[in-house]
C-alpha cells in the first residue's frame, strides 16, 4: 500500500510505502497551497483541494498524470475533502462559504449544496453510508 499527503511547504503532493521507502513527488506544477487530499484507488484518482491565489479542486491519476481542475468558481477556502464510493461523489467543506457541496467525481459535475450554515468555519468532511460528518474550528 501507499500513503499520500501534501506538503504545505512547497506545495506538492507526495506517494510513498507505507514504510517510508520509494517516496515520490506526484504533484508539484500549479499547486499553491494544497490542502487536503482524498484517494480513489480502484478507479486510480487522487483529488486534492487548494487554497492558493486560484482556490479550487482538482484530479490527477494517482501517478500525477492528467491533472484536471474540477471545481474553480464560487470556491474560497476548501479544506476537507472526501469521496462517497458508494454514489461516486466527492464532498468537500469550504470553511469561507460555510458550506459542504457535491460533484460527480468522474465529471465534476452535478455540483449540488448538501450542508449551508453561517459562521461555521468548517475544517473536514467525512461521508459514510447514508451520514455525512464534519468538524468545524
Same mark, same amino acid.
Given at each position: 500500500?501507499?500513503?499520500?499527503?501534501?506538503?504545505?511547504?512547497? !506545495?506538492?503532493?507526495?506517494?510513498?510505502?507505507?514504510?517510508?521507502?520509494?517516496?515520490?513527488?506526484?504533484?508539484?506544477?500549479?499547486?499553491?497551497?494544497?490542502?487536503?487530499?482524498?484517494?480513489?484507488?480502484?478507479?486510480?484518482?487522487?483529488?486534492?483541494? *487548494?487554497?492558493?491565489?486560484?482556490?479550487?479542486?482538482?484530479?490527477?491519476?494517482?501517478?500525477?498524470?492528467?491533472?484536471?481542475?474540477?471545481?474553480?468558481?464560487?470556491?474560497?477556502?476548501?479544506?476537507?475533502?472526501?469521496?462517497?464510493?458508494?454514489? !461516486?461523489?466527492?464532498?468537500?467543506?469550504?470553511?469561507?462559504?460555510?458550506?459542504?457541496?457535491?460533484?460527480?467525481?468522474?465529471?465534476?459535475?452535478?455540483? *449540488?449544496?448538501?450542508?449551508?450554515?453561517?459562521?461555521?468555519?468548517?475544517?473536514?468532511?467525512?461521508?459514510?453510508?447514508?451520514?455525512?460528518?464534519?468538524?468545524?474550528?
Amino acid at each position: 500500500g501507499n500513503i499520500y499527503w501534501t506538503d504545505h511547504g512547497f !506545495n506538492l503532493i507526495e506517494v510513498a510505502r507505507l514504510n517510508g521507502s520509494f517516496r515520490y513527488v506526484v504533484v508539484s506544477q500549479g499547486l499553491d497551497q494544497p490542502r487536503s487530499i482524498a484517494v480513489h484507488p480502484e478507479k486510480g484518482y487522487l483529488f486534492w483541494t *487548494e487554497w492558493g491565489q486560484t482556490p479550487c479542486i482538482g484530479r490527477a491519476h494517482l501517478d500525477g498524470s492528467e491533472k484536471v481542475v474540477l471545481v474553480s468558481l464560487g470556491i474560497a477556502w476548501p479544506n476537507g475533502i472526501s469521496i462517497d464510493y458508494e454514489e !461516486n461523489k466527492l464532498y468537500w467543506c469550504d470553511a469561507r462559504t460555510d458550506k459542504i457541496e457535491r460533484i460527480d467525481l468522474e465529471s465534476g459535475g452535478n455540483r *449540488e449544496i448538501v450542508l449551508s450554515g453561517s459562521n461555521v468555519d468548517m475544517f473536514s468532511v467525512a461521508v459514510f453510508g447514508a451520514y455525512i460528518y464534519w468538524s468545524d474550528r
